[in-house]
């Protein structure tokens, strides 16, 4: 008879308010996968804590003294690299501070509802919970590979119009790439956790005159997404913005769904525009949700729709996925398990057998870029 014994992952907490480390340990410790094997004051400390520690998973204020989240993160991603949650405020400081985190390595992000000193924290506790276990079980080692390609290096080589060759043994194709057309086209990309460095790394990519527009539904909360299009068009050749409602869409230019809202299309004549919606529910717990935008695209059969799923936990993009294969002509990517820091929505394109072809996230650009102009 084999015994199955279930190891808990060990959490490291750093926050500079004592209440916060206390919540925050409380919640962390009434999950049974968990266990809470310390805490810091300040980001000096929290280096110091991971490396005696050798925790599985941390999570991370930003704002701290003597030296910042974002400070210790570098050091800890350059030493000892592990799963991070960031601990964010919600005010325009903070979601740039967050953002710049992902970029360093962070996997995720709680938002303080209540500032500095959250007193309604417990209204996040599942989420606290959910957050940091899909971060223990992520492998720090789809990320660092990939780090090289994340770094503001590779904006100033595309800002000259460079785009790198893919690697072939890293792709996979199937049948049913799109024929020459003279029809509309549009791309759709839908990611959630990690997902703000693969846009990164795809986006860069992207020639200033892809000739399309780019509508992209990235899981984030409100006040986060403006954010992360603002640093994105800092580094990409074509525009990136947070979707206004009832803008005409526009070639060249990606959209970003903002946080809290769907996003969907409409036609305006001869034209589309950008629909967002905070009426409609969460699917699966997301708003946006990438199954809303792809169901309603799936209206406009005249425009051929060239699809990227990428990292995120869960299946949201499979529906979607489905009914707009039936409706028009898509041609979709989903990234390979090499690379997907969370394998779940990419994985589930790839089971239903919607995708025409498997890439890794450093190919996903260029193979995105070859649809639109065949």
Do not use: W
């Amino acid at each position: 008879m084999t015994l199955t014994v279930n190891v808990s992952k060990r959490v490291l907490i750093a926050d500079d308010s004592a209440f916060m480390r206390k919540l925050i340990s409380e919640i962390i410790s009434s999950h049974p996968s968990l266990e809470v094997v310390g805490t810091a004051r300040n980001g000096q400390e929290a280096v110091e804590k991971v490396r005696l520690l050798k925790p599985d998973v941390m999570t991370l204020d930003i704002e701290m003294p003597i030296l910042d989240g974002l400070g210790a993160l570098q050091i800890i991603m350059k030493e000892n690299p592990l799963p991070v949650v960031m601990l964010s405020s919600t005010t325009k400081e903070g979601a740039e501070n967050t953002i710049r985190a992902m970029e360093y390595g962070a996997v995720d992000f709680i938002t303080k509802p209540g500032g500095a000193i959250s007193l309604n924290l417990r209204d996040s506790e599942k989420v606290i919970i959910n957050k940091v276990v899909d971060a223990s079980q992520i492998d720090m080692m789809k990320i660092f590979p990939r780090r090289a390609l994340s770094t503001p290096a590779i904006a100033s080589v595309m800002k000259k119009r460079l785009t790198p060759e893919p690697s072939r043994s890293t792709v996979t194709m199937t049948e049913g790439a799109l024929t020459r057309s003279a029809v509309k086209k549009f791309m759709v990309i839908g990611t959630s956790t990690g997902g703000p460095r693969a846009l990164q790394q795809v986006l860069v990519t992207l020639p200033e005159n892809i000739g399309v527009p780019i509508l992209i539904v990235q899981h984030m909360p409100a006040g986060f997404t403006k954010s992360l299009a603002d640093r994105l068009d800092s580094l990409c050749s074509i525009k990136v913005k947070e979707a206004e409602n009832g803008e005409l869409i526009e070639k060249n230019t990606a959209y970003i769904a903002p946080g809290g809202k769907h996003m969907k299309v409409a036609r305006v004549g001869v034209s589309y525009a950008i629909r967002l919606d905070d009426q409609d529910l969460p699917r699966m717990g997301h708003r946006p949700a990438v199954d809303v935008l792809l169901e309603s695209v799936s209206e406009f059969p005249e425009i051929q729709f060239v699809t990227a799923i990428m990292t995120g936990m869960g299946s949201d993009g499979l529906r979607g996925m489905k009914l707009l294969k039936e409706q028009c002509k898509t041609y979709t990517i989903a990234e390979s398990e090499d690379t997907a820091v969370v394998y779940g929505m990419p994985r589930a394109i790839q089971e239903a057998g919607l995708a025409d072809a498997s890439a890794n996230v450093q190919d996903i650009g260029k193979l995105l870029t070859e649809q639109v102009k065949s």
